[in-house]
């Protein structure tokens, strides 16, 4: 099972950027915990401030992987195009927030992903990432009952 976390905007400064939001660990070493914790699969990750490249990974991975744990940051609430190529693609996308977007500022409310995403996980932090996986897998066990 092949499994891509593909995080947005900002999400490279984790362990600095507002830490009484985000946490106080970066993404690669919570990363690293994630691989252990799932060396059952083939788990990658991929990072971008840029809504281009976040647009071609989805494309590039989404007709091949299992599935996407997507966290696109700030573009959740303003970029169409990165709802539209999760649209396209046949991989099932789980979005993640690790904050809950909907106690924050009212812009933060709108997703353009949610939509068509399979699932939407806000507001536990980094263990939203955890969640995502463990729906992933048990969207595949579940497939053969």
Do not use: W
């Not at 939001?21 to 691989?35: A, H, P, Q, R």
């Amino acid at each position: 099972m092949k499994i891509i976390i593909i995080n947005g905007p900002n999400l490279n400064l984790l362990g600095k950027r507002e830490p009484d939001v985000y946490g106080d660990i970066t993404f690669e070493d919570f990363f690293n915990k994630l691989e252990k914790q799932y060396s059952n699969i083939e788990l990658s990750c991929y990072q971008s401030n840029i809504e281009g490249e976040i647009i071609d990974k989805i494309q590039q991975v989404g007709f091949e992987y299992d599935g996407i744990v997507l966290n696109a940051g700030a573009y959740t609430h303003s970029s169409i195009a990165i709802g539209d190529a999760v649209k396209a693609i046949t991989t099932p996308v789980v979005e993640v927030h690790i904050s809950n977007t909907f106690s924050r500022e009212t812009f933060r409310h709108q997703s353009y992903i949610s939509p068509v995403a399979e699932g939407v996980i806000v507001g536990f932090g980094l263990t939203g990432y955890n969640l995502a996986l463990e729906s992933l897998l048990l969207k595949y066990s579940n497939k053969d009952n």
